[in-house]
């Protein structure tokens, strides 16, 4: 029998089980309509198959940045990636070490409109900073919910105090920054707190207390990250140059053969210790064992610090850091008051900014 198409062989199988025409005619239709049904549903599978395939293709991008980039293009972003690697391993190892002295921050504070952004930018540095503890105390009756918020917020360890300062020692509206003495009272009582501490401390705690350092950080000065590592082998009292202060490029001490010998100042250079407040740290051991040691409230202008560190050394026992006091690694910046005149006439006008949003 001859197969001529592609159903022969169905037909010759098909006659040896029926004999009759009819019945193979009607066998073969009905065969042939099975098989036509399987060939088209095979065809449409494969048919969606290629189309989905063709889409998947489709939706993927093709990253061609790399071919786009010449070579030395290519090893700069190579060693850009490497250098945020390593400098983030280096935080992440710095962040696990506990057995580093803690450094205790002093950071005196009060309400205004920049105060939360002046707080915000000094945290972002003390997170990069391992073991340190903040210590924020307002000059308040009570502590705000701001500061709460914001130091709970923070991601830090930190404890937070208020002590108003008395109406006869504060800066009035326009008075200059230089009338009196500010922050005396704060900083004496993060000072107070320290030593409430260490007399409560017992066993391991007093160990560790021995070896830390204090440091007075105001709100809105800049530091380097590099000035907390200077500071942190403190045996007595560590000094450094401060950038910006007293109408100068900087102030600092002068050191000669590895030893203070004055003070390079535009302003009385013949003060007990003629230092900015951040220029100098404490150790935690020094504060403990001078509790006469406090900063005076009443103390003539330039005097501050003078009146806190004269308890505790004298210039000889200074510590130089920051290379021999070449390098400056703190600044004695402000922040800019900011001008509500448009905001004035606003409130005047009952549309001022709504005082539910928090600044």
Known sequence: MGCCNAFSWVEC????????????????????????????MYFMVSF?????ALMQ?????????????????????????????????????????????????????YARLVQKAELTRLSHTFLHVPQLHWIVVEDAPDPTQ????????????FTHLHKLTPVDRKLQENDPSWLKPRGAEQRNEGLRWL??????????????LEEAVVYFADDDNTYSLQLFEEMRYTYRV?????????GMKFERPVVEDGKVVRFHTGWRPNRPFAMDMAGFAVSLR???TNPEALFDGNAQMGFLE??????????DDLEPKADLCSKVLVWHTRTEKPKMKREDALQKQGLGSDPDVEV
């Open 146 to 157: 701001l500061v709460s918020d914001f130091l709970s917020a923070s991601g830090l360890s």
């Open 195 to 208: 030593r409430e501490m260490g007399a409560a401390a017992k066993g391991k705690e007093v160990a560790a």
């Open 48 to 52: 969606l198959g290629l189309i989905y």
């Open 238 to 246: 560590s000094v450094w140059p401060v950038g910006l202060v007293g």
């Open 57 to 109: 293709l489709g939706g993927q991008r093709c990253d061609c940045s790399d071919q786009e980039l010449s070579k030395d293009q290519q090893i700069a972003q190579l060693k850009g990636e490497l250098q945020k690697t390593q400098e983030h391993i280096k935080t992440s190892e710095l962040n696990k070490k506990t057995d580093i002295p803690r450094i205790y921050v002093i950071t005196p504070t």
């Open 306 to 315: 003078s009146s806190f560190l004269q308890h505790l050394v004298t210039i």
């Open 13 to 40: 199988i098909i006659s040896v089980f029926y004999p009759s025409r009819l019945q193979r005619q009607q066998v073969t239709m009905r065969m042939r309509l099975k098989l036509k049904t399987v060939f088209v």
């Open 286 to 288: 020094s504060v403990l």
